[in-house]
């Protein structure tokens, strides 16, 4: 599996972006999905989740209410709406690819991993 992540880039306090990450895998639907983020000195946290299905999802408390991941798997495409933004959010992001049958956040059990994209978040 494949993975691109993409949509990142310099915002402002309050506003939003849409990161996009789109996957090779033959079979998507099978996957579930994640994103993560690592901000400069700090290690890769959580941010959200969601299963093969679409139909759950789980969020880091950090970012609940302001983020959205939802996934298209027609296009086998995972997106992650940020709203709200503050400049603590300002990392790069990470999508991934998970082979089980929950929604997981523990970044170990993840088996692909996207290359990033930076998102910025100015005050």
């Known amino acids: 599996v494949q993975l691109q992540a993409s949509g990142g880039g310099l915002v402002q306090a309050g506003g939003s972006l849409r990161l996009s990450c789109a996957a090779s895998a033959r079979t998507f639907a099978i996957w579930n999905m994640g994103w993560f983020r690592q901000a400069p000195g700090k290690e890769r946290d959580f941010v959200a989740a969601i299963n093969w299905d679409g139909r759950t999802t789980d969020y880091a408390d950090s970012v609940k209410g302001r983020f959205t991941v939802s996934r298209d798997n027609a296009n086998k495409m995972v997106y992650l709406q940020m709203n709200s933004l503050k400049p603590e959010d300002t990392a790069v992001y990470y999508c991934?690819?998970?082979?089980?049958?929950?929604?997981?956040?523990?970044?170990?059990?993840?088996?692909?991993w996207g290359q990033g994209t930076l998102v910025t978040v100015s005050s």
């Open positions: 991934a690819a998970y082979r089980g049958r929950a929604v997981v956040s523990e970044s170990h059990l993840y088996d692909y």
